[in-house]
C-alpha cells in the first residue's frame, strides 16, 4: 500500500537552495501552512505554535514552552498533546458553514450532523465533542453495541441524533429502543432486511416506536485508499428492490410513520469533489422517490468522506465550504423538481473533526548513519588490487567526475562481495573496501547537492543514505495508518525552526521489528523517503511531532512489543495566562504491569517468582544478600514503569 519510490519524489526540495533560511523557509519545506489548516505557524524563535483561533493576532500556544512544563510535571515522553480547543473549533466549523449555506439557499431543512464515534472512541476526545456540539445539537452515530451503550450515556440532549450503522444483533436492538423509551432520538440504520424484521418485531413486543433509517447501495463508485466500500459489492446497505421491499412492507403493517431517515456512505477520504457531486444527485432522487413511495422520510444522511488533506498536496480538490455547498444545492434543487419537502441533512464527518487536534511529540535518541566507521584503512603491504584501487579513487573526487567515480567505486565494492564469497579475500580486506566506498558515497552526495541536473541514481542514493532518526515511539501504537495502509502523515522538528536542517533523515522507533519505521514524507515535490532534520547536538534534547494522529490512530493502536497508550495531556488555550494555555488534564500512559494484564500475565506473580529465584542465587552465594535485595526491587519497579524508553 505504500507509494510506489520509482514514481515518487527523489528531489526532495533541497534546503541548500534556500540562500537565506527562514521561518517562511520552514513553513514551505514542512507544508505546515497547507496541512496544518491556520492551526500551526512558527514562531519566530523557530518553536511551533498551535493558533487555537487560526488568528495570527490571537492566542499563540508555543508547543516547546507546553513540552517545558510536561517536563516539570515529570511527564515522560513519548506522550500525545491534544488541543482541545482545535476539537471544538472544528465542530463549531462543520455545523457553522452547514447553517451558512442552508440560510444561502434558503434551504427549509436543518443540519443536524453526527459524530462517527469509530474514529476516535476516547471518552474525553467524545465528551468534547458533544459539549462542544451541544448548542447545534450535533449528535453521535455509533457502529457496535459497546459504542451504542457509551453513546446512550453520552449523548443525553434530547433533541440530537443518536445514529446507529453496522449490523445489529437483538441486544443491539434492544439497547436502541431504550434510547427510544428515554425521549431520544436513535435511529438504527437497517443495514440488511432481516434487521427491519426483526427491529419491527422487537418493537411490537416492547411496545416501542422505533426510528428507522434505511442504508442504500449507491451506483456511483468512489475512488481511493477506500473505493470498495462503495457500488454495488459494498459491505452493508440495501439494494434498490430491497429498500421498496422494506418501504412496502412498512405500509402494509401501517408503519410507515417509522421510517425517518435515507443513508448512504460511499466510502473514507474522497478525494475527488465530482463523486461527491455524483453520490448527492443518485441520493437525492432515490430520496424523492421513496418519499413519493410512501416513506415518512425526515433525514437525508450523506454519511461521511470528506476528505482531509494529510499530506499538504492538491489530493483533495475541494474545501468543507465547497463540500456543504453541493449537498445543499443538489439537495434542494432535486426535491423542488420532485416536489418534495425539504429533509433535515446529517453527515458524519469525524476525520474532518478530531484529525488536527492530536499530535504525538517523542525524543529522539540517538542516529544510525550507513556506513559510518573508524576503522583504518591504510595501504599495507600484498593487499588486494581492489582495495589499492578503490583508494586511489577516493582520494581523487571533485564536481566533474563524481558521478564516474561513483560507478567505479559501485563496481569495486560488486567485485569485492563476490571475491569474498570466493576466498580471494580476508575480512579486513572486505572492511576497508567498504568503509572506502561509503567515504566516496557521502562525497559523491554532497558534490551532487550542487548540481540540478543530478541523475536519479545518485538522488536515490542520498535517500539510501539517508540517517536513521531513532525516535522514542512505536509505530504500531501510535502511527499504525503509516504501516498499514501508506497514510502519509505529517512529521517535523518542534523547534530549532528558524535553522537550516542539516541531515536528511528517516524516522525508526524503539519496536524490534524492521517495519517500525516511517520512510514516507510529505515535502513541496511529492512523496519522499526522506525529511530535513536537525543534527543531534550532545546533551540537548531534541523533539519531532507526529501530526493529524486524532482520527483512528489513538484507538486502532496496537501493543506490539507490549508498548502500550502513551501518556496524554489535555491543553486549553488561556489569552489570560502568559503562555496563552493551561494544561487541563493529564492522563498516565500504560504501565508494562498494566499491558502485561491485558495479555493474560499475572504481575504479581511474576514478581513473586523473581523474588525466589533471586533468593535461590543469594543462598547459593552467587548474590549478595544486599544486592538481592536491590535486584528485587529494581524489577518490580521495572514492572510499575512506563513501557517506553527512559531519557
Known sequence: MKPNYSQANTRFQNVDSFKEWTTEAADEVYQISRWGEGYFAVHNNGDLCVLPNKDANG?????????????????????????????????TNINKTFRAVIEEA????????????????MREVVDEIVDAGAPFNYGLEAGSKPELIAALAMNTNQNSLTILNGYKDEDFLRLALLGNQLGRKVIVVVEKYSELLQLLDLAQKTGVEPMIGLRAKLATKSTGKWAGSSGDYAKFGLTIPEILQAVRHCKSIGKEHCLKLFHFHIGSQIPDIRTIKDSITEGSRIFCKLVKEGAKLE?????????????????????????????????????????????????????LVTAHHSCVITNVFGAIEIGKSDLPTDKKMN???????????????????????????????EDTESAFKLGVLNLEERAKVETLFWKISRAVIEHSKKDEYAPDEILMLR????????????????????????????????????????????????????????????????????????????????????????????IMGDMHNCFGRLNEVHVFCDDDDPTD??????????????????????PETMAQTMKSNIDQQVKRGKIRPRDGVDLTDFYEDCLKSYTYLRK
Open 383 to 413: 593487499e588486494h588490487v581492489l582495495v589499492a584501487n578503490i583508494r586511489d579513487i577516493s582520494g581523487d573526487i571533485t564536481e566533474k567526475n563524481y558521478k564516474d567515480v561513483y560507478s567505479d567505486a559501485l563496481k569495486i565494492k
Open 106 to 121: 434558503r434551504f427549509n431543512g436543518q443540519y443536524t450532523g453526527v459524530y462517527p464515534i469509530k474514529v476516535n472512541q
Open 299 to 351: 433525514y437525508f444522511d450523506v454519511g461521511g468522506g470528506v476528505g482531509v488533506n494529510y499530506d499538504g498536496t492538491g489530493s483533495i480538490n475541494y474545501s468543507l465550504k465547497d463540500y456543504v455547498g453541493d449537498v445543499v444545492y443538489i439537495l434542494k434543487q432535486t426535491c423542488d423538481l420532485e416536489d418534495v419537502p425539504h429533509p433535515n441533512i446529517v453527515s458524519e464527518s469525524g476525520r
Open 59 to 91: 492566542p499563540r500556544i508555543n508547543m516547546m514552552e507546553v513540552i517545558e512544563e510536561m517536563k516539570l510535571k515529570k511527564l515522560a515522553f513519548p506522550a500525545v498533546i491534544r488541543f482541545h480547543d482545535i476539537l471544538r473549533s472544528q465542530v
Open 581 to 602: 494555555f493551561y494544561i487541563e488534564e493529564i492522563i498516565p500512559g500504560n504501565r508494562a504491569d498494566q499491558v502485561l494484564k491485558t495479555l493474560q500475565y499475572n
Open 463 to 554: 535517500n539510501q543514505m539517508a540517517q536513521q532518526y531513532l525516535s522514542n515511539f512505536s509505530v504500531f501504537q501510535s502511527a499504525p495508518d503509516t504501516w498499514g495502509i501508506g497514510q502519509i502523515l505529517p512529521v517535523l522538528p518542534i523547534h530549532r525552526l528558524n535553522q537550516k536542517p542539516e541531515v536528511l533523515a528517516s524516522i525508526a522507533d524503539i519496536t524490534c521489528d524492521s517495519d517500525g519505521k516511517i520512510d514516507c514524507f510529505l515535502s513541496p515535490d511529492g512523496p519522499s523517503q526522506t525529511v530535513p532534520m536537525h543534527k543531534l547536538n550532545e546533551g540537548e534534547d531534541y523533539y519531532i511531532g507526529l501530526f493529524m494522529t486524532g482520527a483512528y490512530q489513538d
